[in-house]
């Protein structure tokens, strides 16, 4: 079971990396992006998620 978790946490951040890293976002965005994603895996990909260089700007 814990494989399979690891599995598709792998495979969810390898798709954020990638969606970063072709994303029109500037270069400073992309590695840290990049870098969050890596170093925090399951947090990283919430927060790319909710707020990553692809998602909405949330206006006031």
Known sequence: ????????????????IHQTLTSGAS???????????????VLGFIVWLVAGPRGRPIRA
Request: proline content about 3%; aromatic content about 10%.
């Open 1 to 16: 079971m814990e494989f399979l978790i690891g599995l598709i946490i792998l495979v969810l951040d390898i798709y954020a």
């Open 27 to 41: 270069t400073l965005a992309k590695v840290v992006w990049t870098i969050a994603i890596i170093l925090l895996p």
